[in-house]
């Protein structure tokens, strides 16, 4: 006879459970146990793990080299108790239905036909609706879809409390047994977010964040926490967080709560103490700090990747809203040089009341060091331009000749320099222009245009395209 052996549930793990998340929303968990085992055939059982698990993921060997058994089977069993199963297991046993018909009380006891696809509240919640039930009384009546209260005489057999894992095992002594469960869990997952606040010297400050959600089904205490960043491939079967702003001034400086180390294509930052995951919680940790960290703006005025309204004819022409862009590199010289996981970004900025203000926000991959960080946070608002399609002539069937004009506008009462993209394809040769531009790649050309408090200047060239 197979006997039963309840082993200690994972949500009284200790500081020996290692948990690696990874961007793609699960969780690689790997946990030391003492497993107490007898001679013969058994069956062994870990309840409470995570409602999400992928039961063909998990693994179980020992931690001393050596198998204290012998592995027969391998079970998930996660039938668990509710209204819904219970009543799902009940049809054809007898049941008995209490409902209340003004003051009075009516019991009724019969054979329950068919479960309720519906359990609604009804008359108060001790008067529930059990929508697609239907009894036969043992007078012989058919009650459907009855209100009230039912009761049946046992909890059928197979259904669990708690999810559990089990296993089969043959085992030639009898004995404690230290042994090492991993398995992948969904419902795992982390993102990073940073808050960049800008002070009014070129410079700016940088507080990195990671949030972690655990909806898995299962809560890990004292666990050593790792994160592994990159975009990894897996065979397929979140809300943002408002953070608070950190700047120099109010941050402490502390050690970093992450070490980073590169892994194969991927980085893995470990957190350095042990942390508690909590089924349905969000946790933040602080990832990295950065301070005087050099930003150049640039305000870029590009007619086909950029915000505009259309005019009549050629598409990118009419009035168009210079886009705003920061730029800063991810380097130890500028107060940075960890690889940043990908996540969203919060640009602030004190204005002169001292009050923060937020800017705008936008979003990176993942970025090593030493690489260049760009982004979008808006538009501008006093700066505009206009352009126009001056000429358009068709030389032959695969040639063309274009002249354009793009008016700057600064309304601002100080200066600004504008960084005008134009973009054109196939084989493009610009022959006139009224200020020097820069090939930026087979698609664009740059012009810079630098403009004083309420300047206007006016870019204009002629291009000529071959397909």
Known sequence: MIGFLAVAALAASTSQTEITVYNAGFGLVKESRKLAVKKGRQSLAIQDVPSQINPTSVAIKPLAGKAPFSLLEQNYEYDLISTQAILNKSVGQEVRFVRTIGQKKEVLTGTLLSAPTAIVSSGGASQPTYNGMVIRTDDNRIVLDPTGEIEVRAIPPGLISRPTLT?????????????????????????????????????ADLQGWVTLNNTSGATWKDARLKLLAGNVNVVQAKAPVELGVV??????????????????EYHLYTLQRPTTLRNNETKQISLLEGHGVSVTKKLIIDSIDGQYHPGEGEVGTGDIKPDVRLEFVNSATNGLGMPLPKGSFRVYQRDKSGSVQMLGEDSNDHTPRNEKIALNVGTSFDVVATR??????????????????????NRKTEPETVYVFERHYGDWRITAETQPYTKLDSNTAQFVVTLKPNESKTVTYSVDTRW
């Open 388 to 409: 126009k399609r001056l000429a358009y002539k068709v030389i032959n069937h695969r040639r063309y000749r274009e002249e354009f004009s793009i008016e700057v506008r």
């Open 167 to 203: 296993w089969d095992v043959d085992s030639p002594g009898t004995g404690m047994e230290d042994v090492e469960l991993s398995y992948i869990t969904n419902g795992l997952g982390w993102d990073a977010n940073y808050v960049l606040t800008l002070n009014s010297k070129g410079g």
């Open 247 to 264: 700047t120099k001034s109010d941050a402490v400086a502390a050690a970093p709560a992450f070490a980073e180390q590169a892994l194969f």
